[in-house]
């Protein structure tokens, strides 16, 4: 499993379409990987795939995702959604506040996990037991990565006493 850009954003504005595309043909030449490409920029992500798959789902091994970090960027969600992915994921990290009722429609993973880092903002119990829940009520995989702190494993993994590792079912139909 590759995370593409773990430090970056692939579709940031500044970068180049042909760049962009030249990492596409890469990763769908390389198909005995998983890549995970995940964005801040979700109407760009939108845009790109649509283009590159008008008539079919993009391939299985290449995963897209969405960070949402607060209820303000649940509007990504909407974006993904309309992608014309196989494999669709929300990465709520660092959970920095509540981020309200999230549609799950055509989500086949859910990330969450608090921040990190010398000024990690705490993230509270009860927004990722929200989470987890509209997870389990709406049967899509949810992995619980970290509660965050000063370093990524300061906090644990546990969230109500539990790790919680679930991952997207290895094959996913488009409408499911």
Not at 4 to 25: G, Q, W
Not at 68 to 73: D, G, K, R
Not at 113 to 119: D, I, Y
Not at 144 to 160: A, T, V
Request: hydrophobic share 40%; aromatic share 10%.
């Amino acid at each position: 499993m590759i995370f593409v850009n773990s430090m970056s954003d692939l579709f940031h504005k500044e970068i180049p379409r042909s760049h962009i595309a030249a990492v596409f043909d890469t990763m769908e030449k390389a198909d005995w990987h998983t890549y995970q490409v995940l964005t801040k920029r979700s109407s760009l992500l939108q845009k790109f795939i649509n283009d590159r798959y008008r008539t079919r789902a993009a391939p299985t091994h290449i995963w897209f995702g969405v960070s949402i970090e607060n209820s303000q960027a649940t509007s990504r969600i909407a974006h993904l959604q309309r992608a014309n992915a196989s494999i669709r994921f929300l990465s709520v990290e660092p959970l920095i506040a509540p981020v309200g009722n999230l549609c799950l429609d055509g989500i086949h993973w859910v990330i969450v996990g608090g921040e990190s880092g010398p000024r990690a903002r705490p993230m509270k119990p009860e927004w990722a037991i929200d989470v987890r829940n509209q997870c389990v009520a709406a049967r899509v995989p949810f992995f619980f990565k970290q509660w965050g702190g000063r370093s990524p494993k300061s906090g644990g993994r546990k969230l109500d006493g539990r790790v919680w590792n679930q991952f997207p079912a290895c094959e996913v139909r488009v409408n499911a």
